[in-house]
């Protein structure tokens, strides 16, 4: 099983295109991309504006800018702070996507389930129930969402 060149070479050019991108965060629903551009376009030349949106086309409050120049970043992390259709915006460089980061979030804790410590498994060993009677069925336990 080979590594598929051309997978290796998109990611390098993702991370390419993240390093001359910012994330601007508490971004007017109002605001077009046409006018996050002219507030950014004292930095360097803006590329492109994304500006984030939900299933129902209603934006999300944050937008991501491609510049042409590296160096253009730098001068738009001095933005922060400063204010677009009168709310504060937050920018920051854009972090590379890490694939499969979100793929596995873990159990929850539920505090009304009680403490089970995980016994290491040991072959040979008989396994007894940890106390008291075996019942004979289980009766099925009842589906409680929370």
């Avoid at 051309?6 to 601007?24: F, H, L, N």
């Avoid at 507030?39 to 937008?63: E, M, W």
């Avoid at 800018?65 to 854009?94: D, I, T, W």
């Avoid at 060993?125 to 929370?146: D, E, L, T, W």
Wanted: charge should be positive; proline fraction near 10%; hydrophobic fraction near 30%.
């Amino acid at each position: 099983m080979c590594a598929d060149p051309t997978a290796s070479a998109s990611q390098a050019e993702k991370e390419e295109v993240d390093s001359r991108s910012i994330y601007v965060g508490n971004v007017d629903y109002a605001c077009t991309p046409e006018e996050v551009q002219q507030h950014f376009q004292s930095c360097g030349t803006v590329n492109r504006v994304t500006i984030l949106t939900d299933k129902f086309g209603q934006p999300k409050g944050y937008a991501y800018v491609e510049f042409v120049e590296m160096e253009a970043v730098q001068n738009a992390l001095l933005l922060n702070e400063s204010e677009l259709h009168g709310r504060q915006l937050k920018v920051s460089a854009k972090r590379t996507n890490v694939p499969g980061m979100k793929q596995f979030r873990g159990r929850r804790f539920n505090p009304y389930a009680g403490f089970r410590p995980r016994r290491p498994f040991v072959p040979g060993a008989p396994v007894f129930p940890p106390f008291g009677r075996v019942p004979r069925f289980r009766r099925p336990i009842r589906y409680r969402p929370y």
